[in-house]
């Protein structure tokens, strides 16, 4: 298959003669064209706020979060799924990155194995992927067989299907639901989409996957209330949110930290309602994962 029409495989004019550049040139033609990827997030957002959604929406019933590539593209998805544990201290298996080559590929490139089409339906297949969770395929050029052998394995079993891609459909159609398409033009570098392709690949997954974390309950107005404390930063952040939300000395956040068992939410419900440990606990199983409507839920209570 002749690529060269591709948006992603185009030569960009301004870097014809990037070789002879001098350095400082250079830097300034890589910042100058960087910005390119937030424009084509930006541009997607109708896409991205309806993918939120429909992924929430699937999350909710009890559905899980796919995110399926090859090379750059998958070890983005990887990423991102590996960040949802401790920053919205989800199960591990919630949001799951699939990288072609498992995780070998992580380190080394192995991206022949992206051209086998029934691969990513088998390695779907591997996880127990069922028609209730939701499948984020991940192209940059839009061709990858492994992404859309996945894409099409999904779409038969009435999952959610959502591509991304940084050509436009009319080039490369992929079979899906909700079609994002991150037009971020010719790479600097020509075909190496690991740029501004895979820029506005990571921009595109933080808001996908930060955004469903809000929408499921997991953030309390700007803060991560679900953090996992793990480690020392992530124990300092969690007392700092105890203090500013909850009107406290750090001494006392520490101590509500330790008698919510290391749950930040359910301290923060602790200190601003004045409950113990179990009465908040069931305030907040009562009134879902959001610490905002179980607070509305007590204050309704005591106003009864």
Known sequence: ????????????????SLDVLSTAEMVALFCQNDLEPQRAVAAAAPQ??????????????????FYLGAGTSGRLGVLDAAECPPTFCTPPEL????????????????????????AGADDLEERG?????????????????????????????????IALACVAADQVPMPC???IRLLTGPELLTGSTRLKAGTATKMALNIL???????????????????????????????????????VSRQVAADQ?????????????????????????VLLANHGPSLRAALAGEARRKSA
Request: proline share 2%; charged share 20%.
């Open 1 to 16: 298959m002749d690529r060269g029409h591709l948006l992603t495989e185009q030569a960009h004019p301004l870097s014809e």
């Open 48 to 65: 991205l706020t309806a993918a939120v959604d429909a992924i929430s929406d699937r999350l909710r019933q009890g559905g899980r979060l």
């Open 95 to 118: 949001v799951q990155g699939v990288l072609a080559g498992g995780a070998p590929a992580l380190l080394r490139s192995s991206e022949g194995l992206e051209d086998r089409f029934e």
């Open 129 to 161: 992927f069922t028609a209730a969770d939701a499948l984020v395929g991940i192209a940059a050029g839009g061709t990858t067989p492994y992404v859309l052998g996945g894409l099409t394995h999904a779409r038969q079993l009435g999952a959610l299907t």
């Open 177 to 179: 639901d909700i079609d």
């Open 209 to 247: 996957s930060t955004g469903v974390m809000v929408r499921l309950g997991k953030v309390h107005g700007n803060r991560m209330v679900d953090v996992a404390v793990t480690n020392a930063k992530l124990e300092d952040r969690a007392l700092r949110i105890l203090v500013d939300l909850g009107g």
């Open 257 to 281: 930290l330790a008698a919510a068992n290391g749950s930040v939410k359910l301290a923060l419900m602790m200190t601003i309602t004045g409950l113990g440990a179990r009465e908040a606990g």
